[in-house]
Protein backbone atom coordinates (compact mmCIF):
# COMPACT_ATOMS: atom_id res chain seq x y z
CA UNK A 1 0.00 0.00 0.00
CA UNK A 2 1.00 3.52 -1.62
CA UNK A 3 0.75 6.49 1.03
CA UNK A 4 -1.41 9.03 -0.22
CA UNK A 5 -2.54 11.24 1.66
CA UNK A 6 -1.19 12.05 5.37
CA UNK A 7 -2.31 12.45 8.77
CA UNK A 8 -1.18 16.06 8.58
CA UNK A 9 -1.99 16.90 4.61
CA UNK A 10 -5.79 15.37 6.34
CA UNK A 11 -5.62 17.63 9.03
CA UNK A 12 -4.95 20.66 7.39
CA UNK A 13 -7.32 19.77 4.49
CA UNK A 14 -10.38 19.12 6.96
CA UNK A 15 -9.30 22.58 9.16
CA UNK A 16 -9.34 24.78 5.82
CA UNK A 17 -13.03 23.02 4.68
CA UNK A 18 -14.02 23.85 8.15
CA UNK A 19 -12.71 27.64 7.47
CA UNK A 20 -14.72 27.70 4.34
CA UNK A 21 -18.03 26.56 6.07
CA UNK A 22 -17.42 29.20 8.99
CA UNK A 23 -17.73 31.41 6.27
CA UNK A 24 -20.44 30.83 4.70
CA UNK A 25 -22.73 29.35 6.95
CA UNK A 26 -21.61 31.78 10.13
CA UNK A 27 -23.72 31.29 13.22
CA UNK A 28 -26.61 29.82 11.23
CA UNK A 29 -27.70 26.22 12.60
CA UNK A 30 -26.59 23.77 10.61
CA UNK A 31 -27.63 19.85 10.60
CA UNK A 32 -24.66 17.72 8.89
CA UNK A 33 -25.69 14.66 7.47
CA UNK A 34 -22.95 11.84 7.14
CA UNK A 35 -23.20 8.73 4.69
CA UNK A 36 -22.58 5.83 6.70
CA UNK A 37 -19.83 4.30 7.61
CA UNK A 38 -17.40 5.44 5.37
CA UNK A 39 -18.02 9.33 6.32
CA UNK A 40 -17.38 8.91 9.79
CA UNK A 41 -14.25 9.70 10.24
CA UNK A 42 -14.06 12.59 8.27
CA UNK A 43 -17.32 13.51 10.18
CA UNK A 44 -16.16 13.36 13.17
CA UNK A 45 -12.75 15.60 12.43
CA UNK A 46 -14.64 18.24 10.53
CA UNK A 47 -17.49 18.78 13.21
CA UNK A 48 -15.04 19.46 16.10
CA UNK A 49 -14.05 22.51 13.90
CA UNK A 50 -17.48 24.24 13.68
CA UNK A 51 -18.59 26.51 15.91
CA UNK A 52 -22.03 27.07 14.73
CA UNK A 53 -25.23 25.49 16.73
CA UNK A 54 -24.72 21.64 15.39
CA UNK A 55 -26.91 18.80 15.20
CA UNK A 56 -25.67 15.36 13.18
CA UNK A 57 -27.97 13.02 11.41
CA UNK A 58 -27.24 9.90 9.46
CA UNK A 59 -27.96 7.83 6.67
CA UNK A 60 -26.23 4.99 5.41
CA UNK A 61 -26.01 3.66 1.87
CA UNK A 62 -25.20 0.04 0.62
CA UNK A 63 -24.96 -1.63 -2.77
CA UNK A 64 -23.92 -4.85 -4.27
CA UNK A 65 -20.73 -3.07 -5.82
CA UNK A 66 -18.58 -5.62 -4.12
CA UNK A 67 -15.14 -4.52 -2.75
CA UNK A 68 -14.09 -2.44 -5.55
CA UNK A 69 -16.21 -3.02 -8.44
CA UNK A 70 -18.32 -0.53 -10.51
CA UNK A 71 -21.31 1.09 -8.94
CA UNK A 72 -24.03 -1.46 -7.77
CA UNK A 73 -27.32 -1.47 -7.06
CA UNK A 74 -28.01 1.41 -3.71
CA UNK A 75 -30.00 0.84 -1.27
CA UNK A 76 -30.45 3.48 1.25
CA UNK A 77 -31.75 3.83 4.88
CA UNK A 78 -33.10 6.86 6.65
CA UNK A 79 -33.97 5.73 9.42
CA UNK A 80 -31.51 7.78 11.43
CA UNK A 81 -32.15 10.87 9.56
CA UNK A 82 -33.90 13.95 11.97
CA UNK A 83 -36.44 16.13 10.17
CA UNK A 84 -34.51 18.62 7.92
CA UNK A 85 -37.60 20.64 6.64
CA UNK A 86 -36.69 23.86 7.00
CA UNK A 87 -33.42 23.42 8.15
CA UNK A 88 -29.97 23.95 6.23
CA UNK A 89 -28.30 20.76 5.96
CA UNK A 90 -24.63 19.44 4.61
CA UNK A 91 -24.29 16.40 3.37
CA UNK A 92 -21.14 14.29 4.47
CA UNK A 93 -19.21 11.46 2.41
CA UNK A 94 -16.37 9.86 2.40
CA UNK A 95 -15.84 9.98 -1.69
CA UNK A 96 -17.28 11.36 -5.07
CA UNK A 97 -16.10 8.81 -7.70
CA UNK A 98 -19.02 7.87 -9.87
CA UNK A 99 -21.71 10.49 -7.90
CA UNK A 100 -24.54 7.87 -8.16
CA UNK A 101 -24.47 7.80 -4.04
CA UNK A 102 -24.20 11.51 -3.63
CA UNK A 103 -26.93 12.11 -6.60
CA UNK A 104 -29.31 9.52 -5.06
CA UNK A 105 -28.54 10.86 -1.55
CA UNK A 106 -29.11 14.62 -2.70
CA UNK A 107 -32.77 13.39 -4.27
CA UNK A 108 -33.48 11.81 -1.02
CA UNK A 109 -32.81 14.78 1.17
CA UNK A 110 -34.31 17.26 -1.55
CA UNK A 111 -37.79 15.80 -1.35
CA UNK A 112 -37.68 16.70 2.62
CA UNK A 113 -37.82 20.28 1.40
CA UNK A 114 -34.13 21.45 3.70
CA UNK A 115 -33.99 25.53 3.98
CA UNK A 116 -30.70 24.84 1.88
CA UNK A 117 -28.40 21.97 0.91
CA UNK A 118 -25.24 21.40 0.46
CA UNK A 119 -22.58 18.58 -0.21
CA UNK A 120 -19.05 17.85 1.02
CA UNK A 121 -17.03 15.08 0.31
CA UNK A 122 -12.93 14.11 1.52
CA UNK A 123 -12.25 13.56 -1.86
CA UNK A 124 -13.47 13.20 -5.54
CA UNK A 125 -11.66 10.64 -7.59
CA UNK A 126 -10.38 12.32 -11.24
CA UNK A 127 -12.30 11.08 -14.37
CA UNK A 128 -14.67 9.03 -12.72
CA UNK A 129 -18.11 10.76 -13.09
CA UNK A 130 -21.05 9.68 -14.09
CA UNK A 131 -23.47 11.89 -13.04
CA UNK A 132 -23.57 15.78 -14.00
CA UNK A 133 -23.67 16.99 -10.17
CA UNK A 134 -20.69 17.48 -8.05
CA UNK A 135 -19.84 18.12 -4.58
CA UNK A 136 -20.22 21.83 -3.76
CA UNK A 137 -16.58 20.72 -1.31
CA UNK A 138 -14.03 18.73 -2.00
CA UNK A 139 -10.91 18.50 0.43
CA UNK A 140 -8.72 16.60 -1.89
CA UNK A 141 -9.16 15.62 -5.47
CA UNK A 142 -7.16 11.97 -6.30
CA UNK A 143 -6.11 10.06 -8.96
CA UNK A 144 -8.32 6.88 -10.14
CA UNK A 145 -7.15 4.54 -8.26
CA UNK A 146 -8.97 2.32 -5.02
CA UNK A 147 -7.75 3.85 -1.82
CA UNK A 148 -8.33 3.05 2.38
CA UNK A 149 -8.08 4.62 5.32
CA UNK A 150 -9.26 7.40 7.02
CA UNK A 151 -12.54 5.79 7.03
CA UNK A 152 -12.75 3.93 3.31
CA UNK A 153 -12.81 0.52 3.54
CA UNK A 154 -11.41 -2.71 1.47
CA UNK A 155 -13.72 -5.80 2.31
CA UNK A 156 -14.19 -3.87 5.82
CA UNK A 157 -11.75 -3.47 6.71
CA UNK A 158 -8.58 -0.46 6.75
CA UNK A 159 -11.54 2.21 8.35
CA UNK A 160 -9.15 3.04 11.10
CA UNK A 161 -5.91 3.79 9.44
CA UNK A 162 -5.56 7.48 10.00
CA UNK A 163 -4.14 8.23 6.73
CA UNK A 164 -5.63 7.44 3.49
CA UNK A 165 -3.42 4.77 0.96
CA UNK A 166 -3.98 3.33 -2.64
CA UNK A 167 -3.80 -0.40 -2.47
CA UNK A 168 -2.15 -2.32 -5.34
CA UNK A 169 -4.63 -3.10 -8.31
CA UNK A 170 -2.89 -6.64 -7.60
CA UNK A 171 -4.30 -7.12 -4.11
CA UNK A 172 -8.09 -5.75 -5.14
CA UNK A 173 -10.29 -8.60 -6.42
CA UNK A 174 -12.84 -8.10 -8.75
CA UNK A 175 -16.39 -8.87 -9.06
CA UNK A 176 -19.96 -8.44 -7.94
CA UNK A 177 -20.87 -8.96 -4.50
CA UNK A 178 -23.74 -11.31 -3.72
CA UNK A 179 -24.82 -9.22 -0.95
CA UNK A 180 -25.26 -5.63 -0.08
CA UNK A 181 -21.91 -3.64 1.19
CA UNK A 182 -22.07 -1.05 3.61
CA UNK A 183 -20.32 2.26 1.81
P1 LIG B 1 -20.07 6.48 -6.07
O1 LIG B 1 -21.52 6.26 -5.83
O2 LIG B 1 -19.65 7.93 -6.12
O3 LIG B 1 -19.56 5.69 -7.23
O4 LIG B 1 -19.31 5.81 -4.87
C1 LIG B 1 -19.35 6.28 -3.60
C2 LIG B 1 -19.03 5.17 -2.62
O5 LIG B 1 -18.28 4.11 -3.23
C3 LIG B 1 -18.17 5.69 -1.51
O6 LIG B 1 -18.95 6.21 -0.46
C4 LIG B 1 -17.36 4.45 -1.11
O7 LIG B 1 -18.08 3.65 -0.20
C5 LIG B 1 -17.24 3.67 -2.40
N1 LIG B 1 -15.94 3.94 -3.08
C6 LIG B 1 -15.73 4.54 -4.27
N2 LIG B 1 -14.42 4.61 -4.55
C7 LIG B 1 -13.77 4.07 -3.51
C8 LIG B 1 -12.38 3.86 -3.20
O8 LIG B 1 -11.43 4.18 -3.93
N3 LIG B 1 -12.12 3.24 -2.01
C9 LIG B 1 -13.10 2.85 -1.15
N4 LIG B 1 -12.73 2.27 -0.03
N5 LIG B 1 -14.41 3.04 -1.40
C10 LIG B 1 -14.74 3.63 -2.57
MG1 LIG C 1 -17.06 0.84 0.73
Redesign the pocket.
Known sequence: MKTLLTEAEIHTGVLNLAQRLSHRYGDTPLTIVG?LT?SLVFMADLIRQLHMPLRVGLVQ?SSYRGAVTE?GELAINTSWLPQIEGRHVLLI??????????AAMIGELTARHPASLASAVLLS?QGRAEVALRPDYSVFDIPDA???GYG???NDQYRNLPYVAEMEPADLEQGKSEVPND?
Open positions: VGAHDDIFDTGHTLKFVVLDYE
